[in-house]
């Protein structure tokens, strides 16, 4: 399993057209084979800070994912609404524990 997790800070003129575009990735991107889990949810207190996690089953579902249509209009929408800052990183292997 692949972990997708990190933050994304949106200038603040632009938190409604990221909120926006999320919400139609989050639809796409859960419906894609190898998705296990997909969220892109605005932190509390921190109107232009996003948080991203991600879980999917392999290398191949993420790299696909990268290549799907809503990917490009998704991309497109941050740039529209301008990225301040980007710390996404990608983490390998490993079971889920239940805490």
């Given at each position: 399993?692949?972990?997708?997790?990190?933050?994304?800070e949106?200038?603040?003129?632009g938190?409604?057209l990221a909120?926006?575009?999320a919400?139609?990735?989050?639809?796409?991107t859960?419906?894609?084979?190898?998705?296990?889990?997909?969220?892109?949810?605005?932190?509390?207190g921190?109107e232009?800070?996003?948080?991203?996690?991600?879980?999917?089953?392999?290398?191949?579902a993420?790299?696909?994912h990268?290549?799907?249509?809503?990917?490009?209009?998704?991309?497109?929408?941050?740039?529209?609404?301008?990225?301040v800052?980007?710390?996404?990183?990608?983490?390998?292997?490993g079971?889920?524990v239940?805490l």
């Amino acid at each position: 399993m692949l972990i997708v997790t990190g933050v994304i800070e949106i200038a603040a003129g632009g938190v409604e057209l990221a909120r926006a575009a999320a919400v139609d990735m989050v639809a796409e991107t859960l419906n894609e084979p190898g998705c296990i889990l997909y969220e892109f949810s605005q932190v509390l207190g921190q109107e232009t800070r996003f948080r991203v996690y991600e879980e999917w089953q392999d290398l191949a579902a993420l790299e696909a994912h990268f290549a799907t249509p809503h990917m490009g209009r998704f991309r497109a929408a941050l740039a529209k609404a301008g990225v301040v800052s980007r710390e996404v990183y990608r983490r390998e292997g490993g079971d889920k524990v239940l805490l």
